[in-house]
């Protein structure tokens, strides 16, 4: 190679930041560079990408452009720096050895297999053909296989697989899509998929794997399938028996299940898909899509019992593909988990806790390293919001908003059931994939261990510890004890504050804007008088907020357990709204009461024994369900009864008359239920449907919302609105609220890459903490 | 039952109450004191306040209780329980036939477990200083030379054992304080654990390590100290804990959770692994051990979680709470 003198004036240095790494930046950076004719050299340091180029000015500029416009699927490019060099450069463009420096690299998300890897799979001619770990630079494994840093196959769970010539070939080529794929694999070099057989069957069973696998689904097996970042179970969805089968062994009564489809058109014969659904189901995050149950045909009830929405997902890698290749309709592809258990991904793991449900394992060689589930989202207003962030998403960085550049960095614990955590690192928050409910002992090891995880990707030693201002959440132990260690600082958060903040961040509001109304309706809350929240108005900016508004504290008889059966909720709800005998009805008219002991309920919510007030709006929600029927005993999952209440609405889409909710005239105004119940009680009594009423519920909730938020408004000045809780998964309380509030001339600000529920927490308690020690 | 006015007569009331129901030779020699022999081994010595509502439960009462409690502590150390006293703060206008019952009770307690209450001490305080009545009972034991029992003796691969069913003192109480009814009555366990403990020291000897009675905070609460004190964890299976049906369903009306509610006569004990089968025969042989059983291990984990199997074989940590059960779900 020759060097030569270029002239310095010709001469320009990028620096480009963000997801720049491991994603076929360098190559595709060479490549556009040679085209144009341009000199120079792309290279990895510490802080992401530098390009290094001489030549004619527009021919520079011509570059810039497209490195913008046609960077790789999986990079994203945060900020292009831009400055002369006066260095030497190489006359013939080329890819540089990296340099070193501070880690401040990223591991890239997991990313579904991309269209060419697809076709390569289906072309009987390439060397891949029918491979199930193919891959490229634009798609397959990243964080499910990494262990360390930098990133780079050794410190992979591909890093057992010595890549053959052929691969090895492609790994140096700059013109292969295959360049530094660090999971690259073939036939010959790469993992292998074997069939399994789980109890008495014995013996691996020879020929195509995937093909067996078909085979038995077909015929009505449950089959555990090694996916990306775990296992999942899967049956055909059509076959009633199986899925019936599947929930019995699972012991998952309820809890709808996920479905993976080959293609769109398979997926249109069950659902309706808009244009954004469609984007996202062929995202490289290919996510789970809660769409809507309207196609010309039915698949079981017991998929997704009660509800009116089905979570689909495309396949996610080769393996997945090839299997549901073979079926003309979806299969379940739920977690591969007993009940509350985490998604297995360890080979004993499985066979310990799988055995009893599935017949065979369709497993692989290539271990994973760290569980990353299946992704969740539903489309809501328009815009695609992730209900579940994992797989796809996580670790990539959310851009904190101006005036966090310098903040300093932190680590926030979360919560307690869809638990996250969050690192602020150079301006940015990098959210935990979700790890679910920490009281489950597998669940907190994960936590533990992710948490150390993100702390070698991310080289990040936290000079301050947030967690929530709950004193039983483990994330808030776990932080407490750190910060003990540590002699860090500890910051509490009250958790409807860390909800708006979350909001206000994921959105961009500034550190130094004015406080703006949030809105946040979930389930349950520790708030700052002891009491526990869960319908809050809160006046709030990053620094703290004032309380304004909630909906009226009701009784929660038997603590946790009124989470459960929500008939004690509707009982302490009349109780609240003038005694139970006061409502003009005698007890038979609440069916969901008959036989209940409610004088032991009674005594318990008179002598307040382990029956804390909650001015809830899930429980609201779970009381007006039971009131209907729905789930009044029992639910088997959190939000079940909430779930179905708005499935229930959503069959009533002629009503548009919203139940009154009265809104005192307080100094912090109560949102007082009392009217409803009597509206819905006389409904009752007419024979309303349960449909019209469940409608009725929500919009009047909604107007009820808008309603206390105009008033404060006239109050007090603020035109920005921040809307979060898990309540606001619910599509129609949340399109109601949201399109309310826009009449009435609010600016609205909703989640979309950050959840809504408690898996967005550790964001706001991270923008909090910040704020807080930048102050 | 009056304060003040009754001068010497109300003392005197009071005092021959508990000298006719504990009845002894201390107690007759009408001394400020009692004067005890001097005892082989080491002495252990204990004190505990009694504050009961209500003074009178299914299956015991603050008297009785005040008795077991104390002894139970002795117990746990291993220790032989030789000499108890008693002081009481009773509150003005207390029933004397309620006063006669629970000292009644408390001597026959005493006598049972054949320990005796040697000294004592009476207060009326005004209406409204106290309620009802407040009980505080000291106990001396006599631990044998060789023998030592500590919270900080758990080793990993150690069993874990209770004596019987778990929750039923705190439910029995819960339930008659606030008067909830649950069908069927549910009795409080009180009793005196020495006889137990001597049955269990006879049969797996130094193999013991830890013996502890899960009062207040329960099972979860015990565990849990003793891991951290002890710097190991726990392995325990839901399926393997005895708790009584009608308890369990009283708790799950509750919403309690029956591992963090009270005991009063059951005990849990660590052993080397090799002792296990032993101790459970020894345990079961004794009237107040029937229904002892082997819940699960000691662990390593330098985070001294008590991490529970569940009946569905997934995984849950029963964790210290610091205060009330308060409800996490969101
Ligand atoms: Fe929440
Ligand atoms: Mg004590
Ligand atoms: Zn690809
Ligand atoms: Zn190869």
Known sequence: MSFAAVEPSQALEFRVRGRVQGVGFRPTVWRMARELGLAGEVLNDGEGVLVRVGGAQSRIAALLRRIERDAPPLARIDSIERRRYSGRLPQEFRIAESIGGPARTQVAPDAALCGACAAELRDPDERRYRYPFTNCTHCGPRLSIVTAIPYDRATTTMSPFALCAACEAEYRNPNDRRFHAEAVACPSCGPNASLVAFGRAGAPRDGDAVKLAAGLIARGDIIAVKGLGGYHLACDAANPEAVARLRRLKRRDAKPFALMARDLDVIRRYCAIDAVEERELTSVKAPIVLLRATGPERLPEAVAPGLDTLGFMLPTTPLHLLLVDQFEHPLVTTSGNISDEPAVVDDTEAYRQLAEIASFALTHDRAIANRVDDSVVRVMGGRSRVLRRARGYAPAPLRLPSGFENAPDLLAMGGELKATFCLVKDGQAILSQHQGDLENAATLDDYEKNLALYRSLFDHAPSAIVVDRHPEYL????????????????????????????????????????????????????????????????????????????????????????????????????????????????????????????????????????????????????????????????????????????????????????????????????????????????????????????????????????????????????????????????????????????????????????????????????????????? | LSHGSGGRAMAQLIADIFHDAFDNDWLRRNDDQATLDAQEGRLVMTTDGYVVSPLFFPGGDIGSLSVHGTINDIAMAGATPKYLSASFIIEEGFALGDLKRIAQSMGDASRAAGVPIVTGDTKVVERGKADGVFISTAGVGVLPDGLSLSSDGARPGDAVLVSGSMGDHGVAIMSRRENLEFGVEILSDSAALHGLTAAMIGAAGGALRVMRDPTRGGLAAALNEIAHQSNVGFTINEELIPVKPQVAAACEFLGLDPLYVANEGKLMAICAPQATETLLNAMRAHPLGREAALIGHVVEDERNFVEMTTRFGGGRIVDWLSGEQLPRIC
């Not at chain 1, 907020?545 to 929500?566: D, H, S, T």
């Not at chain 1, 007082?672 to 469940?694: H, Y």
């Open chain 1, 475 to 775: 994330s808030s132990k776990i932080g407490r004890a750190e910060a003990e260690r540590r002699g860090a600082p500890l910051i509490e958060v009250q958790h409807h504050h860390a909800h708006v903040a979350a909001c206000l961040a994921e959105n961009g509001r500034p550190l130094d804007a004015s406080p703006a109304l949030g809105i946040v309706l979930d389930g349950l809350g520790f708030g700052d008088d002891g009491a526990i929240w869960g319908g809050e108005f809160l006046l709030a900016d990053y620094l703290g907020y004032q309380r304004l508004a909630r909906l009226k504290p009701v009784a929660m008889a038997g603590g946790a357990q009124a989470v459960r059966e929500p008939w004690r909720n509707l009982y302490a709800h009349l109780k609240a709204v003038g005694g139970f005998d006061a409502t003009p009805s005698a007890s038979g008219d609440w069916s969901a009461l008959n036989g209940k002991p409610l004088a032991t309920i009674d005594r318990m919510i008179e002598q307040d024994f382990n029956s804390p007030v909650a001015s809830s709006c899930g429980r609201l929600f779970d009381a007006v369900a039971a009131a209907l029927g729905v789930c009044a005993d029992r639910q088997a999952y959190e939000g079940e009864a909430a779930a179905r209440l708005e499935a229930l609405a959503a069959a009533a889409p002629n009503e548009t008359r919203g139940y009154a909710l009265r809104i005192s005239e307080s100094e912090l105004i109560d949102i007082d239920a009392a009217p409803m119940w009597r509206a819905i009680f006389e409904d009752l009594r007419q024979g309303v449907s349960a449909q019209t009423i469940a409608r009725r519920f929500h919009l009047g909730l909604a107007q009820s919302i808008t309603e206390v938020a105009i008033r404060l408004a006239a109050a007090r000045r603020f035109e920005t609105v921040a809307l979060s809780g898990g309540c606001f998964q619910n599509r129609l309380l949340f399109e109601n609220v949201y399109d309310g509030l826009c009449e009435a001339g609010f600016t609205v600000l909703t989640h979309a890459d950050a959840p809504a529920n408690d898996g967005g927490l550790s964001l706001g308690q991270a923008a909090i903490g910040a704020a807080h020690l930048m102050r």
